[in-house]
């Protein structure tokens, strides 16, 4: 065998990628890991991590702020943005350094560029040409095209994430997750925010009623949100400096001036420029088309998983790190069969407070169920109050005939956790009785889930 071909060639570092390279080069199988920047991937480096450790300013401003005059005083309270931005690299430098070394002590073959493909077996790298017995792409999504005038002005959240400092005044395009984690961020640090919303809610998958009630709170810490309101063209303004947002609402144009704007206008599988038609790769807007053990459609050596697979699954590193299980399985199985367990998927948005999500919203279920809606602000709970904080709810669905649990979410403090309780429950099929009748440690706030159902 020479030194250009492998039993597997991985594209991307991310945790899908990083999974599939070393857990196969565990099994003997020589490995080639591709990386087109830093070594460690989006969630590391420019995603989960680094954005946790924003949020958790944020969150730790705004319950010293709810707290004041309570449990503490809050004189000279304030994010030190610099001081922020260097704890951050605490986590995201080790992994720059040590991420690489890491595969080479495993002895994975590791080569920096952008990966395409020259045939069916065959990726271009850095003026290399690598062959393989199998190809797994876990390149992960980028933020997609804004497609207007402009759009150049608008920073990315890779960019965000290494500001240096924090502008009066910043406009966030879409109103998603990257949107309403940063736009709580840059209010507890002063900043006044509007966020530029095209549909009629923001934070989509969340409940509506719950997102109504945090966008109130955000309101009151300089939040301004906008929906039906499609950002059409971003201008100078007359002093140089900043820029004017154009949106269009209720077929009317208006405008909003700000320091900063920043796409959170969505991401998109990240698969330009790598010929994907010259390795007979299916793929659509939606990513490389998948069958349902990872494995591409149309050429069967490749594998993808991650962000950029067409999996319709929410694009998040625990449904990654679940496919990249599977493609581990499948790689080199006679017969792939292996097929990925997503069970019910709990998703999270690091606002302040946090909201969380698991199974189904409520009008899905009143479509197919007879649904009992347990529902309630508990920002007058003990558990709330006695923190100072002062936005919480919930809505919890149970299916009358069962007494199972077939949504749940949670708006306030701890809700990021307490989600998790309703994974484990819906994963093993506990009913709301089952969850009644279970002790949990006095007083914490996954207590509150025996009262919540
Ligand atoms: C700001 C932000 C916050 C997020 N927060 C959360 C969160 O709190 N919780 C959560 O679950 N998810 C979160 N996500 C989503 C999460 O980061 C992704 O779902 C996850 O990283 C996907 O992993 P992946 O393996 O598909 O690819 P990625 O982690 O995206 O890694 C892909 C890698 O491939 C490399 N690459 C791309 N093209 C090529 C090429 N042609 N050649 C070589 N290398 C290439 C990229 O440089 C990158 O390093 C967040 C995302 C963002 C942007
Ligand atoms: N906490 C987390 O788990 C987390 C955090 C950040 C990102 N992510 C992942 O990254 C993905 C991308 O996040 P995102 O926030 O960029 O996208 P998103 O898809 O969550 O939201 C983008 C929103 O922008 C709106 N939009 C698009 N064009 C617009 C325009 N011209 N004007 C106004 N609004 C416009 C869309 O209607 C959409 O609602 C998420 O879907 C998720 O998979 C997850």
């Known amino acids: 065998m020479n030194d250009s071909h492998f039993d597997l060639i991985v594209i991307g570092t991310g945790p899908s990628a990083s999974t599939v390279a070393k857990k196969t080069r565990s099994e003997g199988k020589r490995v080639a890991i591709l990386e087109s920047r830093e070594f460690g991937g989006t969630c590391a480096l420019r995603g989960c991590n680094p954005k946790k450790v924003y949020a958790n ?45 890491s595969y080479a002590e495993l002895g994975i073959a590791t080569f920096h560029g952008h990966a395409s493909f020259g045939d069916w077996n065959t990726v271009l790298v850095n003026g290399e040409s690598l062959t393989a017995e199998r190809i797994f792409i876990g390149v992960g999504a980028a933020p997609r095209p804004l497609d207007l005038p402009g759009e150049t002005r608008a920073i990315r959240s890779d960019d965000f994430l290494e500001l240096v400092e924090m502008p009066e005044r910043v406009t966030f395009i879409g109103g998603g997750y990257v949107s309403m984690e940063f736009a709580c961020v840059a209010a507890r640090f002063g900043a006044s925010v509007t966020v530029l919303q095209r549909g009629q809610q923001v934070l989509t998958p969340f409940d509506p009623d719950l997102v109504a009630q945090l966008v109130q709170y955000s309101a009151q810490h300089g939040i301004q949100t906008h929906t039906s309101s499609t950002v059409t063209a971003i201008e100078d303004a007359s002093d140089g400096r900043s820029v004017i947002v154009q949106y269009e609402k209720s077929d009317q144009s208006r405008s909003v001036e700000a320091d900063l704007v920043v796409h959170g206008a969505g991401r998109v599988p990240n698969l330009d420029g790598m010929n994907l038609e010259l390795g007979g790769i299916d793929f659509g807007d939606k990513g490389i088309r998948v069958d349902d053990c990872m494995r591409s459609v149309s050429n069967p050596i490749v594998y993808a998983a991650g962000d950029c697979a067409d999996t319709g699954k929410p694009r998040l590193t625990p449904t990654a790190n679940e496919e990249a299980r599977i493609v581990v399985k499948n790689l080199f199985a006679e017969n792939p069969s292996a097929q990925p367990q997503y069970g019910v998927i709990p998703q999270v948005a690091f606002t302040v407070p946090s909201i969380a999500a698991i199974g189904m919203s409520q009008q899905d279920a009143e479509a197919s169920y007879n649904v009992d809606v347990r529902h309630d602000n508990t920002s007058s709970w003990g558990s709330v109050r006695k923190t100072g904080q002062r936005c919480a709810g919930y809505k919890i669905l149970v299916d009358k005939d069962t007494d199972k649990i077939l949504g749940a979410h949670l708006l306030g403090p701890a809700s990021e956790e307490t989600i998790n309780l309703f994974a484990l429950a819906m994963k093993y099929g506990l009913t709301a009785t089952d969850i009644k009748a279970t002790l949990f440690a006095f007083p914490t706030f996954a207590s509150d889930v025996r009262r919540m159902v």
Request: hydrophobic fraction near 40%; charge should be neutral.
């Open 57 to 101: 300013a944020a969150d730790l401003y705004d319950r010293a702020w709810g707290a004041k005059g309570k449990l503490i005083e809050f004189d000279g309270v304030r994010i030190d943005w610099q001081k922020l931005h260097a704890f951050k690299r605490e986590f995201t430098q080790p992994v720059i350094e040590k991420s690489e070394p």
